[in-house]
């Protein structure tokens, strides 16, 4: 570095801002030259919190935009209230909200408090396959449908009318684990697969989607345990801005102390491959939700690891928003 | 308990249940048939976050009728704004808010970017001092002034009308420390007196309410280190209310773990005196802000101890309003 | 307060310091000069942490006489080595250490890493129900045996010797649940009594020792929901004594955030039966594991509530050790 | 994958396990080959606690072989009673320990009570600068200098005798700040660099070493913002050996919530340089305690950026030891 900068300090300063604000803007601008893409989440939001930091995601990201957002698993309409008041309270009350078929499940609905005080509560909501078949028909080979909770929607549209499924453009999902299960951070040597919640809650719709030949991304626990610590916890609560005080709100109903940003990296993906890189693999769901990687044709790109840190260094600035 | 009883649980469990809610409506309805306390708050809140907690309670007292809210010390306007929003979140957005004169202070005002949102901003604050005496001029002998900050608002008022000052009813104040110091929590030998925030922030100002002649009711760091723990803070940051809510995002603006419910008792004293027993002191406020008991003619009741749990079993049911 | 005090506030605190000093030493001296009460604990130390406290309580009381501990429930043997270590580490290698007959469980011994370690290990225990019994021989009428882990070992000694058990001065046991369960924390309405761990383990036994005609003193849920909140531990955990620190690492070994003093009521009754005021009922034990309060004859003093934070103030100074 | 491998899970899980210890033994084995690099930590452990994660990480390094470890800054006695506990629990009772010149500080000396216990105790610590000065000339080209803490030591050495300090192979430093400042995490633009704790606590020294000609490999505050979070906690806190519980009550004393592991980024450094890459600087400290990289032959081999995933998952395991 030659003396000449040096003696401006001040100068130096200014130009790493700019080419901070340059670089994080850069991949923005550059896809906003094209138009953004057309993206449906498919979501079991209010039991665990992770659901709520993935839709959080795509709120603030201008590449996408959200046709719509249809819940599974439960409590469907309950879920379909909070993603209401969520969209309500940061801005976004436009964004259609569909509901799945109600299911039973023992799963606990956490965050029911912030769903149920009718804020922003919407008079109905229409039928998340009629919705997803509708979308895709408006927009056949365009729609990215995102599918972080169980995949009973998904069974359900194949069950329908797989002609019209296929003219999705992909399928990313969050599901499944290949060579780790819960709680294989990477500090002690992977333990082996487990089924995992997303796939073991609909068994045969996770065997129809991955049989359906539409393109599938899939992130399984082996490339999603992304940790929100004490540090990070504390920069996005603090932010105050509408998006950080609903998710701030809705993790302590959620009630624990660590959350696992599991379904976040599906949208991350999306908007950043490298945060997730991909290999082929034939993917196959046996009757106890094994997601096994089997010689044959390949049905999916999976994502076998990540690096938790590029992700946060990713996810933090995006949502914080200030 | 006999056998009658006994043979049927579901009676008896509805009996403890009816016995509870009239035992906690009693005293309501008790007070409802006489005519509600005015009250005013004089606020510090943005800084230390019992404030907030100050205000949550008076929100929840029927008891209690609150003429206003004016702020005192460092930067009041923005204090007015975060109280702005407060009132307008939770429901109450004719409450007065004044504010009082601006001071340079180099406490960290740590939540204002709740504040500084516009959420539910008023146009403009009257000025606290014209206010509070107006106020006083029209319900004369009526109103308890609750001070939880510096007392800059009141030797302002002094100054200006003391002959209104002194047609208060009283003036009941957090503030002070007569044996207990901070962290003197009962568990070791109480290490003695040191000058409390509220008064050596404005030590005039406290010599001339403690020689105004208005009835004190002083609640100093002897009886108000009150621990709002994680056992605690998970009951109120679960309940969900929009007054919860509110609590759960300062406190995260706060961004310290616990805090300490120091101003909350002033509101608690008045509403069950029991939970702060007082007695007469002649206090002397001297030139560095420590709070002496000397001989001399009690100007004060001074609560010198509290029973923790007690306070707690009070407040939680009455804020979390679930 | 007169003038001549006030001139000399060192002397003053010098005093007062005297006057704490005095009032903690006290009670001690008084009964220093009554002989020690004999005390025998009967524990599931390992699974939940109270028993740790507990055990920590009692070898900080001069008050006591501690005959034995005797281990309970489960993997009796791994236990015992947990109190060979503790015993060891803190200074009391020669009080004796006696193994129940193990049961199978399936509660998760959290702690087993810090008994496993071989530090202070003793080659062999004695059997827990042999060295009761013989204790009780030894000191007819004088022991009191504190259980405070599910009531196996009581029932062998009862099925073995009734006549010896019956010379026991006491039992004083942490079990049942009378009006409250688990959570009941007087915030809101109790929800009624449920089957408690020490109980419900082992009925059978339970049954027997309330048809046993010792006297009982019994702590229920109703009056052990002491919790050692996070203000609490960093006072406890930052002591730094031999035997606060074994209590931090078993703490983390355990694996939660707030413990549940449960256990640790027995023993602080024993010491200071204000901080637990006992009423005689007739507590019969049904085949869930309910213990019911019914019309009969008195079997036992049952403590119903209790101050929460009087306890505190006993417990920290006399386990802090500073 | 073949359904050869697929047909025996079981095996598959063996060979993965068999992969993973032969990996991580693998490093290990190929140095084991070699001599073990001597190593002399200059350390301020005691105040903050990142010093005693480092030396917890060179004693579970047998690439390592630790010649001594020298106290610095402050109380550097009582500095030297806490490495004779530390190494007296962990087994380590005969590496020497030796103190430096004491000095007056503000900093706290946090972790005071372990020290002071007079566990382990040595009868008295030789001087940290004879000591060093001893080991360079019994090892002359051999040793790796590990400062972590401000440099007094240091400027000691080069005072007494440069030509001996000259013989050290090199010297690895946790110190400066270059780019970014504390609590710059990589989630917002850098705010640029500020004078760091090692360096402005000792300026002088620091421009002696800097100008020495010894090698130098400097982790400054840019690489070293390691952050140990709850989960890593829980993980190293419940491992229950005689280094990790330690650790726990060292973490304990130091009373914060989070540490950061500034000082272990230089033997992470040494043992496997992948986890900080250098590049050759010019590095020139100010009369403020800035280090400025500047034009120049270079006189540091320094880290601007690491990866603090990567390091965690060489640290955990290693410290973990279970």
């Not at 509901?99 to 029911?112: D, E, I, P, R, V």
């Not at 701030?248 to 599906?266: A, C, R």
């Not at 046996?286 to 044709?297: C, Y």
């Not at 260094?313 to 928003?321: K, M």
């Amino acid at each position: 570095m030659n003396d000449r900068a040096r003696s401006s300090p001040l100068l130096r300063r200014l130009l790493q801002l700019l080419v901070f604000v340059f670089a994080s803007s850069a991949a923005l601008t550059s896809q906003a030259a094209t138009p953004p893409e057309q993206i449906i989440i498919d979501t079991d939001i209010g039991d665990d919190v992770d659901d709520a930091f993935a839709v959080a995601l795509a709120l603030r990201s201008p590449e996408l935009q959200i046709l719509g957002i249809t819940t599974t698993f439960g409590d469907t309409e309950t879920r379909a209230k909070l993603l209401d008041r969520l969209l309500g309270e940061t801005g976004y009350p436009n964004i259609p909200v569909a509901a799945g078929a109600a299911s039973s499940t023992n799963s606990t609905f956490t965050q029911h408090r912030y769903a149920e005080g009718g804020k922003f509560a919407r008079a109905s909501h229409s039928r998340a396959a009629d919705f997803i078949l509708d979308q895709i028909r408006r927009n056949p080979g365009q729609i990215t449908l995102i599918a972080i909770g169980p995949l009973g929607n998904i069974g359900a549209l194949i069950d329908k009318d797989p002609k019209t499924f296929r003219k999705l453009r992909r399928v990313v999902m969050m599901g499944g684990s290949i060579a780790r299960r819960y709680r294989d951070l990477g500090y002690f040597p992977d333990r082996g697969p487990e089924p995992e919640w997303n796939i073991k809650n609909d068994i045969p719709s996770a065997q129809k989607l991955f049989a359906s030949g539409v393109p599938i991304f899939m992130m399984p626990l082996d490339s999603t345990q992304l940790k929100l610590d004490e540090v990070k916890r504390a920069i996005l609560f603090q932010a105050g801005t509408p998006l950080t005080d609903a998710l701030t709100l809705l993790y302590h109903e959620w009630g624990q102390e660590t959350p696992t940003l599991f379904d976040v990296m599906t949208l991350a993906y999306i908007l950043n491959p490298k945060l997730c890189p991909t290999k082929p693999l034939h993917i196959s769901v046996d009757e106890k939700g094994f997601t096994r990687s089997e010689s044959g044709p390949p049905n999916a790109e999976v994502c076998l690891d990540s690096d938790s840190e590029a992700f946060f260094r990713f996810y933090i600035p995006r949502v914080d928003g200030r």
